[in-house]
């Protein structure tokens, strides 16, 4: 696998591999979820919106498509709720503001976070024709989206609102080189500051999220929302074997905050979602964010910086029992 620098935050990264689907392979999740507007918050969903942000290096000059699996609201994959009723908007915002904008780097969707131009939309209610199936939007020049010095590369914003309904949204995504193939964009990223997903029903299935944490990050705090209480959720890192933190029951959010080490700096921690195998807990929609001392909020990106995170064992013994 090819890789690029970036310049983040001062400091010299290393993007591991090519582009994607969304959610990635390591992060073994099966799903984005977003339900519509008149669902009670208890079915996993505590705001009916989502935001990724898709990372091109700047040298990257092909058109790029971004791609969309099951994008309707009924079939196969997607959560009834009664009568399949629900509709979602697909927005693909670029240009100027699409990322910088504060609103639009924040968990919930108010204010301005729908910045920057507005590319692309399409509206999706139950049709069978997309039932697990794609539907692509594009294509796009890279220059399209918003110039970013701090990683030399251009940003587009992809937004998943639910307009209308109670039906739940099982989706992904995926940046391709191709309309209607995908073929990854060599170099490229995705991110998000706030993950919506539904797990596995499998208790053997773990999920897994990757929070970048910056050499001005001295704690995080880790909330979690309908978790269901249905097990553990674990931090591993470069210092740590696996921090437990407090987990939430339905409909509520829950926080834990924890210091970071001088050696976790600049690098990904692996937040891991282990169910309980009894009693199994099914189609368990779960919503999750980490803010620094500041407030301000990690980044999730789905091929995780400097790689999946493995405890180093002189570091992690030294660290084991911290908390």
């Known amino acids: 696998m090819k890789k690029i620098m970036l310049v983040l935050t001062g400091i010299t990264l290393i993007m591991n591999g090519i582009s994607q689907p969304v959610p990635a392979g390591d992060e073994n999740i099966p799903f984005l979820m977003t339900f519509g507007p008149r669902a009670g918050t208890s079915w996993g969903d505590d705001d009916f919106s989502q935001t990724f942000f898709f990372l091109i290096p700047k040298k990257f000059t092909q058109a790029i498509y971004i791609r969309v699996y099951d994008p309707d609201i009924g079939g196969q994959c997607d959560e009834i709720n009664g009568l399949w009723d629900t509709k979602m908007t697909y927005s693909v915002y670029g240009g100027k503001d699409c990322y910088s904008v504060k609103d639009a780097q924040e968990t919930q969707p108010q204010g301005n976070y729908k910045s920057g131009n507005l590319l692309a939309t399409k509206s999706f209610v139950n049709q069978a024709n997309y039932d697990e199936n794609w539907y692509t939007f594009g294509p796009f020049n890279p220059s399209e989206g918003e110039y ?176």
């Open 148 to 323: 970013v010095s701090k990683w030399d590369a251009y940003i587009f914003k992809i937004i998943c609102d639910g307009v209308a309904g109670d039906d739940g949204n099982l989706y992904r995504y995926y940046l391709s080189t191709m309309p209607n193939m995908n073929k990854p964009v060599e170099g490229a990223n995705a991110f998000a500051y706030e993950y919506s997903f539904r797990m596995h029903d499998d208790p053997s299935e773990v999920s897994h999220i990757y929070p970048f944490v910056d050499d001005r990050t001295i704690t995080v705090k880790l909330a979690n929302f309908d978790w269901d209480s249905d097990g553990l959720i674990r931090t591993v890192s470069v210092a740590r074997h696996g921090q437990l933190t407090k987990v939430s029951g339905e409909d509520v959010w829950i926080e834990d905050e924890f210091k970071i080490f001088d050696e976790e700096k600049n690098t990904s921690l692996d937040i891991q979602f282990i169910k309980k195998k009894n009693p199994p807990v099914r189609n368990n929609n779960v919503v999750v964010n980490v803010r620094n001392q500041y407030g301000e909020l990690l980044p999730f990106y789905v091929i995780p910086i400097g790689g999946v995170p493995k405890p180093r064992p002189e570091i992690a013994v030294k660290k084991q029992t911290a908390h």
